[in-house]
């Protein structure tokens, strides 16, 4: 499927979001996958439906919803959008009261339906579906370990990882899980379901957002409360970093698999990848990162004629640089919704364009003006220039970058699709050098601890806040090195 321009095609690949990894005209980071169950509601695909489409922005490229009616599953996964994907008569099909469903952004060359979730599978005591958020680290490691012992993959996912090690354990299902998150190294938000039961799980750091929910009598669990927002569903809590939750005909059991270790949700869900609508950890999103910007004022004050952001995500935090400030924030910078987001364009000439075809600058706002452009992280510069130079197209006199997050110096291991450390360019250039790269007339990073406090929530007094900020630091929660392998990006 392809659109032409002079013959030449718009995009490659099979579909519109195939994934891209490095070659994407955006050099921002990408989302990594958002997860949606229900036990207990007889229009649970319908409630998965709309869950699922409330968390798109953490997966556009492939999404799956899997129910059971206590006897068999019914299920359906397609590449693309979850709008695409599903459609009155599909819908129809999906018929009983457990359900999980899952948006899906993948690395480049493991972009194709086999690895689509939810994944479903028959094995010894029936039928069993699994659905994640985030990267198993050592899944390598593991998957070596079982196909020496004689199991065979279907997937690349390292979510079969888990299917397998539960299936060859002797022990009842939820024990089997135990067992197998136990062995597991990472930050997931799993959910299993069988035709009786939905077991849900967190990491033992909590590097990957899940919160649960009522609706009724029925139990939602979610990446994201703004899924919750949009089903109607009461929020009740977080679901805690090393806590394992069996539903069943008996009700909720709350149980851990493992002690919780120190707590530490991945800062860049604070910082770009959550819906400004959602909250985590007693944190919402908008606020916190108005407080990003106000504490990005404070610390590296420029003075100018207008402040504006990069559309969507930095738009909270330059409104709060500019109530700061005094200086007025403008929509200098204009996102068009609709050209996807992993556009690929075929030459260099076209990817230039591709930009200014998502993003335009507002001439009659910023012209003549020095302008303080808000963004949230620097990956490997490309874009930044880009935007830099179209406000100076435009007529910005003055162009000054600040950046809501500490300088992205290494990989990410545990979701986000990072590109290799050499390609990060603060991993290996100072914040004057990467001034000059992108072509900015001043260039500042949020501190460490500026964010830790502008974040705030219930984990304020928690290390780091109760935040991962290894991209930032190289502090990572986990052991990261398992065989020498360095896995990174997001495995699910």
Known sequence: MSDEL?????????????????????????????????????????????????????????????????????????????KEVFDKDTMATLTGDISIGHVRYSTSGSSHLGNAQPLVFRYRAGELALATNGNIVNAPQIRRELEEMGSIFQTTSDTEVLAHLIARSSKPLVEAAKEAFRRIVGGFAFMIMTNEQLIVASDPNGLRPLTMGRLGDAYIFTSETCALETIGAEIVRDVKPGELLVLDQNGLHEDFYTEPQRKALCS?????????????????????????????????????????????????????????????????????KYTGRTFIQPSQELREQGVKMKLSAVRRVVEGKRVVMIDDSIVRGTTSRRIVNMLRDAGAIEVHVRITSPPFKNPCFYGIDTPDRRDLIASSKTVEEI??????????????????????????????????????????????????????????
């Open 268 to 336: 860049m869900e604070y910082i770009y990848f959550a819906r400004p609508d959602s909250d985590m950890n007693g944190a919402n999103l908008h606020s916190a990162r108005k407080r990003m910007g106000s504490m990005m004022a404070r610390e590296s004050f420029i003075d100018a004629d207008l402040v504006t952001g990069v559309p969507d995500s930095s738009i909270s935090a330059a409104i709060g640089y500019a109530e700061q400030t005094g200086i007025p924030y403008e929509l200098g910078m204009i996102k068009n």
């Open 435 to 492: 001034r000059q790269e992108i072509n900015a007339d001043s260039l500042a990073f949020l501190s460490r601890e500026g964010l830790i406090e502008a974040v705030g929530g219930d984990n304020k007094d928690d290390y780091k806040g109760g935040m991962c900020m290894a991209c930032f630091d190289n502090d990572y929660p986990t052991q990261t090195d398992f065989g020498g392998e360095e896995q990174f990006g997001c495995g699910c």
């Open 6 to 82: 002079n013959n030449q095609p718009l995009w490659t690949g099979d579909y519109y979001n195939q994934g891209t990894g490095p070659n994407d005209i955006f050099d921002t980071l990408k989302e990594e996958c958002g997860v949606f169950g229900v036990y207990g509601h007889s229009g649970a695909a319908s409630l998965s439906y709309y869950g699922l489409h409330a968390l798109q922005h953490r997966g556009e490229e492939s999404c799956g919803i899997c129910v059971s009616d206590h006897t068999e599953f019914h299920y359906h996964r397609g590449m693309g959008l979850v």
